[in-house]
């Protein structure tokens, strides 16, 4: 399948789930819930990242662009429009980041669309952390829950590799005026500042790649206890991180 078509595939998937939430207010609201508590989750366990000027930037990053509580529908909507054009426009490496970009978010909407659905079959009453930790074991699979954290290493991994690729940050100075023109300035953000990103990790040998290995075992022990501990004792690990971090109001 080409590029194009992976986007497309994606991003179609994404607005399917999108219809289902406006249709049923309640479906939306619990989409809600669970994205801001995994934003809040993510700030938590990433905290002594995000209080390091070094690292800030990337934490804040992840936040916004990958676990933020936030309407990326512009961004979608410029995805699926200009799919083809992709492959024209930038160089193959930038084009594979676009492809693992709409692959990560196809799968984490999905995942998300699922547990808000097994979310709203438990009591209002219910506190959040036992509620998520309930849905998250009614839905999620251990594999599609690896590949999604796979996935997000190789978006990490694809950005890192992006800094590396001559000429490509003078190409998206270039393409500022265009995209603006064209609307889209959505999708000129997320290159422009995940390339600026990982090339200011970058400055230092090893540090982006040691920045992906903190966010892979910080994960992988969060899959860990999500699937294998016992109930009680994933909640009680939950609850702190859900209530004592605010994550980042995105506009």
């Known amino acids: 399948m080409h590029a194009a078509e992976q986007i497309r595939a994606a991003i179609a998937g994404v607005m399917s789930l999108r219809e289902a939430h406006v249709l049923s207010p309640a479906l939306g609201e619990a989409i809600h819930a669970i994205k801001g508590l995994q934003a809040r989750r993510f700030a938590h366990t990433y905290a002594d990242l995000a209080a390091d000027p070094v690292y800030a930037p990337a934490v804040s990053f992840f936040l916004t662009e990958l676990y933020a509580d936030r309407d990326f529908r512009e961004r979608d909507l410029q995805f699926g429009r200009i799919a083809g054009a992709l492959e024209r426009w930038l160089p193959p490496a930038a084009t594979e980041t676009a492809v693992a970009l709409a692959e990560l978010h196809g799968l984490s909407e999905r995942l998300d669309h699922e547990m808000a659905l097994a979310w709203l079959q438990q009591s209002d009453t219910t506190p959040a952390a036992e509620r998520y930790v309930e849905a998250w074991r009614r839905v999620s699979a251990p594999h599609e829950r690896g590949h999604q954290l796979e996935l997000v290493l190789a978006l990490g991994r694809e950005l890192i590799g992006l800094t590396q690729t001559p000429g490509l940050l003078l190409l998206l100075k270039a393409m500022r005026g265009p995209a603006k023109m064209a609307g889209l300035a959505a999708l000129q953000s997320f290159l422009e500042t995940g390339f600026h990103t990982f090339k200011d990790l970058a400055l230092v040998r090893g540090r982006a790649e040691r920045f992906l290995d903190v966010i892979e075992h910080r994960e992988r022990e969060w899959l860990t ?27």
């Open 225 to 251: 206890r999500l699937f294998e501990w016992p109930k009680t004792e994933a909640i009680a690990v939950l609850t702190p991180a859900i209530q004592a971090t605010e994550a980042p109001t995105q506009n």
